[in-house]
């Protein structure tokens, strides 16, 4: 099998890179994403593009910065004509198809501009971020005075619930992600101190075994070739659990937290904003962490529990033979760490992320149970996936870089100097803390393997890190007279960066080169001043040619 005809593109929501056994966490044992880790390669420095889901997912999906596709938060439509993963599938001769989150916004305004009808095919394909859909959850269903978070949100699995005999008008709120108290009041997921309780709703009926159910209902239905992106809801909040996975972990599982008093004593204006959010006040308390990271710990173990289900089944029915997969998460959780919680900042604990590769093909046995410490980005899957279905990367489009030299052995890198991460929080309320306008409501977070700098606009000083001799990034060096250098150094690869042609996706590398003379054999012909100074061949439709001469006063040839 020179190549797998199948990709499972496994992602999780919200999944801390170091909560992962194979990662090193000491007390959450992962043997099943362990056990893909020992098939395949397993990633230690992978980076996203943004540190919140959409536009995250964005440009994973079409393989771009967000400078480049402009979804810079969630809620921001991707533009009608922005390829994704799916597009350049599809151009290979794969499909791609969708089993639970995207987190995309359609661009309604720009399909209705071009007249595509949301229930036409491509239309549907444009409006679900270039996949077929199988089933789209996005996992929220969240409802206040002004109505639903998202009134398409978790609508099959809430008929899933009914129809089991979860009598609520939203089950996804008051069975999969509350408790119950001995009167039968609701305990909602949405109070961090109901963390601890366990879901009221039966494990096998609650969102990650269902979506698995529904990944495998996926794989058993289609032939190949084809790209299954079976992207998962949890361990995202709400923080809830069912059992056995509530009673699992308690306080004395959690972590020691990654924070300094020096550090929010001494923190820059924009991210000590960041930190005296309310989110952030709230995980700076103990008894909140204690809370919510035992259940949060409980809903990546039930997660690994369903990649097990999984892979075992993919064994049974010879899908693990010719399927690559790929498991990895959008963005980290700061649970408390450097006086935050979310993952809004650009500290690794929420920009690196968890990637493992696994290519069942025989070219990538010399890899096997093999980690790689290369900056590697999201956008870089995309690019992986297409030369894995065969196709030739469009790679005036598509900014990353394959990780199939990698996975076969043939190279040690991406041939990266630096990482890019981008933040948009115009839309934030901290963006009226700070007083800086929606044009300078950005950051922009450049890492090699050793410095970290992250620019904020609005005429901020820079932040920078040590991420050799301060890999928890608490001593922040932005201010420091003697790492100026290090500084001038870090925003020459961000300018870089920045001068990169990224706009120009009407024509490949190869065209332009071609267009180069393509001209010449058209009759356009410059700087010239005798016709014997050009090749014959080039002007012989100008040479030998007889006309009858014009005749001014009867303006008659």
Known sequence: MARPPNILFIMFDQLRWDYLSCYGHPHLHTPNIDRLAARGVRFTRAYIQSPICGSSRMSTYTGRYVHSHGASWNGI?????ERTMGDHLRDAGMDCWLVGKTHMRADAEGMARLGLEPDSLIGARVAECGFDVFERDDGMRPEGPDGFYDPE????????????????????????????????NVLSGWFLKNAAEPANIAEEDSETPYLTTRGMDFMKSHKGPWCCHLSYIKPHWPYIVPEPYASMYGPKHVQPVVRSQAERQDAHPVLAAFMNTKVGQAFSRDDVRDAVIPAYMGLIKQADDQIGRLLDWMEQTGRLQDTMIVLTSDHGDFLGDHWMGEKTFFHDASTKVPLIICDPSPRADATRGTTCDALVESIDLAPTFVETAGGQVADHILEGRSLLPILHGQAASTGRDFVICEYDYSASPIAETLGV?????VMFMVATTRWKLIHCEGGFRPLLFDLENDPDELKDLGASAEHADVIAEMYDHLFAWTRRQSQRTTRSEQQLIDMRTRSRGKGVILGVYDENDAPLDLTVKYRGRKARRFDDQTGKA
Do not use: I, M
């Open 153 to 184: 949100g978790a609508q099959q699995y809430n008929a899933y619930l009914s129809a089991k005999g979860y009598d609520s008008d939203n089950p996804w709120h008051d069975f999969a992600n509350s408790g119950l108290d001995a009167q039968g």
């Open 437 to 441: 306008s929606v044009r300078d409501a």
């Open 77 to 81: 439509p991707l533009k009608v004509g």
